[in-house]
T-cell receptor
Framework: GAGVSQSPRYKVAKRGQDVALRCDPI?????LFWYQQALGQGPEFLTY????????KSGLPSDRFFAERPEGSVSTLKIQRTQQEDSAVYLC????????????FGQGTRLTVV | ELKVEQNPLFLSMQEGKNYTIYCNYS?????LYWYRQDPGKSLESLFV?????AVKQEGRLMASLDTKARLSTLHITAAVHDLSATYFC?????????????????FGKGTKLSVKP
């Protein structure tokens, strides 16, 4: 596709369930970013990959959150033992360089934990 | 802790009117971004401001950056309904040697703009 694709678009999880959110970046994009956007708030940085290397994971809120990009393309954000406060839209963005100035955002995955 | 504050958070305008959205931030940075977000949609990049005094215009929107005052403004001229959306400013607090960024943008809470006929 032409843009950043995220799946699923919507996910409802029972508290305690594990979830996996997928991001397909624009083909050839070097950098990939994950952000968390709570309702009515601005996005908050979670983690950053350059190719397969996770260069910054300082925004991951707890050790229940884990992200990977094993082949430098598709990325998966995994949340273990989900809690209600994890409910948010998870945004993925990719960039052809190491610069977020040129990043394109996906439509996000809306996670609701019940 | 870096803070990015937008005001107002909600703005209801009549078509044809002018207004300004303000974005204040609390640390030194010369990289500021404006995004637009429609409900259920992705973030769309509007402006990238990379130096003090930078001014950019696109249609009815004009953005400026004053790094000394740590202030950016998004000015709306003669608003139309199609501009209804949420507008976010974001600051890049990091700079690698050579000017790259690691993507740790700090966003404001957003300004929800509603333009009414």
């Amino acid at each position: 596709g032409a843009g950043v694709s995220q799946s699923p678009r919507y996910k409802v999880a029972k508290r305690g369930q594990d979830v996996a959110l997928r991001c397909d970046p624009i083909s050839g994009h070097v950098s990939l970013f994950w952000y968390q956007q709570a309702l009515g708030q601005g996005p908050e940085f979670l983690t950053y990959f350059q190719n397969e290397a996770q260069l910054d994971k300082s925004g991951l809120p707890s050790d229940r959150f884990f992200a990977e990009r094993p082949e430098g393309s598709v990325s998966t954000l995994k949340i273990q033992r989900t809690q209600q406060e994890d409910s948010a839209v998870y945004l993925c963005a990719s960039s052809p360089t190491d610069r977020v100035t040129e990043a394109f955002f996906g439509q996000g995955t809306r996670l609701t934990v019940v | 802790e870096l803070k990015v504050e937008q005001n107002p958070l909600f703005l209801s305008m009549q078509e044809g009117k002018n207004y300004t959205i303000y974005c204040n931030y609390s640390t030194t940075s010369d990289r500021l971004y404006w995004y637009r977000q429609d409900p259920g949609k992705s973030l769309e990049s509007l402006f990238v401001l990379l130096s003090n005094g930078a001014v950019k215009q696109e249609g009815r929107l004009m953005a400026s950056l004053d790094t000394k005052a740590r202030l950016s403004t998004l000015h709306i001229t003669a608003a139309v309904h199609d501009l209804s959306a949420t507008y976010f400013c974001a600051v890049d607090p990091h700079k690698l040697v050579g000017g790259g960024s690691q993507g740790n943008l700090i966003f404001g809470k957003g300004t929800k703009l509603s333009v009414k006929p």
